[in-house]
């Protein structure tokens, strides 16, 4: 199966697959959400500068834009709904247990803006501002929400309810955090890493051959991308560690 145009953005749950496309045309740009699964396209939906896309496990869809996000029914692409997005340069999103839809959107001050909305009816449940931000990134970990910033500005967790469990800046260099699915939260500042249990305890600290640029948390397992020259932002080295091993290099860790 193979969707024309550039996919902005792309999300899978079960056997469906979604995804933001946009399409040159002479003269415009067509932006449009797609629903596919393995028998070919679902259903199409037209949706303006679309940045993200999202699939409920109750049977919802979502698309973020600068404006509005809209949902939709998974199964069919009706359009349920549209939650207007005022003030908003960038917004990414992603739905969670409870029927709740986190949006991360990007002002056009230039700061983070976290909100929790009822996925169903829409109605707001609570919003948090994070401070400045780049492009912002959500993820889930566990029972919690973790938001970032591709650029390491800001990084943060976040309770399903929307109380701050955590929240750090590049004061002291650029901040990466990641979720892993059993909870835990690995937050790198500059070449250092943290991976926090869920009860915020510090079970292992290691130090990267160079700042870390982004991470992934799996398990026992870390991922860092990053560069080993001080005076770049482009990634160009991967590191991995075991986070279940004893120390390897100053500060802990077992970066291979």
Do not use: C
């Not at 004061?171 to 690995?186: L, M």
């Not at 292992?204 to 870390?212: A, K």
């Not at 560069?227 to 077992?254: Q, V």
């Amino acid at each position: 199966m193979e969707l024309d145009g550039v996919t902005l953005d792309a999300v899978a749950a079960g056997e469906q697959f979604l995804a933001g496309v946009v399409r040159v045309r002479p003269g415009s740009l067509e932006h449009e959400v797609v629903a596919v699964q393995a028998d070919g396209v679902q259903w199409r939906a037209p949706h303006r500068n679309v940045t993200a896309v999202a699939l409920s496990a109750d049977g919802l869809a979502a698309a973020a834009s600068s404006q509005a996000v809209a949902i939709f029914d998974a199964r069919t692409g009706r359009l349920l709904r549209q939650v207007p997005l005022a003030g908003t340069r960038y917004a990414d999103l992603a739905f969670f247990p409870g029927g709740l839809l986190a949006i991360a959107q990007k002002t056009t001050a230039g700061d983070l803006q976290l909100t929790g909305i009822d996925a169903r009816t829409g109605r707001r449940r609570w919003s948090l501002s994070l401070g400045p931000t780049a492009v912002p990134i959500l993820q889930a970990a566990g029972g919690s929400i973790v938001v970032s910033d591709f650029r390491g500005r800001v990084g943060a967790v976040v309770s399903l309810s929307g109380a701050l469990q955590g929240r750090w800046t590049d004061a002291q260099g650029p901040v990466f955090v990641a979720g892993s699915p059993r909870g835990e939260i690995a937050v790198a500042i500059g070449p250092n890493v943290v991976v926090r249990t869920p009860s915020d305890r510090a079970r292992w600290r290691g130090t990267m051959p160079g700042t870390v640029l982004g991470l992934q948390l799996d398990g026992p397992w870390l991922a860092a991308v990053g560069t080993a020259d001080r005076n770049s932002s482009t990634p160009d080295r991967i590191w991995f560690a075991r986070t279940d091993r004893s120390a390897a290099l100053p500060g802990g860790g077992n970066p291979r």
